[in-house]
């Protein structure tokens, strides 16, 4: 316990550093001199590997994903954009010190990658659940990500995976503002195995940018979420709950 709460202590002295400096690199770009390249959208995917999510949680996260990609329809958006190429990374987090990327920033501009992608993403390594919820912590290191991908966009998203509300570390509404001060977008996908209201949640705290959007787990909110954000047009209806538009 002492050595929680010294943890927190220590936090929330360096939050407003840490923020300022992981923002400020996100929004900078790639190191002077390093060649980019472009694409049509910039996309973290973080997924929720705190203590409240079981194997099965998990797998859900990360199957749902792999079987999205594989789906025609993401092909279609890909190829529907002017430069007809995406990057894409996947990211664990938990609590504010424990934050993996899973699979590398990988450019999608086929059919080909995309399949490895998938591949990659079904294959990614699971391990034991710890740590507490820290949505706040888990924006800025996305964020930050953004700064050392090697490509350049206008369009740069943060797809945050949860099926909590925050517990530890920076508030998320002072992430999200920092967030998206830098012009980066933040959209979340609730499950709602724990938290019934959960969707508010992400709504009033969490989520920010343009065109956010927050959208409950379902058979199909995975593909339809990540159509939507490649191909900007408007995602189609719901199916059971209506989405959350920021």
Not at 159 to 170: R, Y
Request: proline content about 5%.
């Amino acid at each position: 316990m002492a050595v929680r709460k010294r943890m927190r202590r220590l936090w929330r002295r360096w939050v407003p550093a840490l923020a300022a400096i992981l923002v400020l690199y996100a929004a900078g770009g790639a190191a002077p001199g390093r060649a980019q390249i472009v694409v049509d959208l910039e996309l973290v995917l973080a997924v929720d590997a705190s203590a409240s999510i079981v194997d099965n949680t998990l797998d859900f996260q990360l199957a749902g994903h792999a079987a999205a990609f594989r789906d025609p329809r993401i092909i279609a958006a890909i190829d529907s954009g002017p430069h007809r190429r995406v990057a894409v990374t996947l990211v664990s987090w938990s609590d504010p010190m424990s934050f993996q990327v899973l699979v590398p920033w990988t450019l999608l501009d086929s059919a080909d990658s995309v399949r490895a992608f998938a591949d990659r993403v079904e294959q990614a390594p699971r391990r034991d659940f710890a740590g507490s919820t820290g949505i706040g912590a888990a924006m800025l290191r996305s964020a930050a990500l953004f700064g050392d991908s090697g490509f350049l966009s206008s369009r740069r998203i943060i797809d945050l995976v949860s099926n909590g509300t925050s517990n530890i570390g920076i508030r998320p509404e002072y992430a999200r503002d920092t967030v998206t001060a830098a012009g980066i977008t933040v959209n979340g996908l609730v499950i709602l195995d724990e938290v019934a209201w959960l969707a508010d949640y992400f709504t009033a705290s969490v989520v920010g940018g343009a065109d956010c959007f927050v959208r409950a787990a379902a058979s199909r909110a995975i593909l339809d979420k990540l159509v939507w954000e490649i191909a900007t047009h408007d995602p189609p209806p719901a199916s059971g709950r209506p989405d959350r538009r920021g």
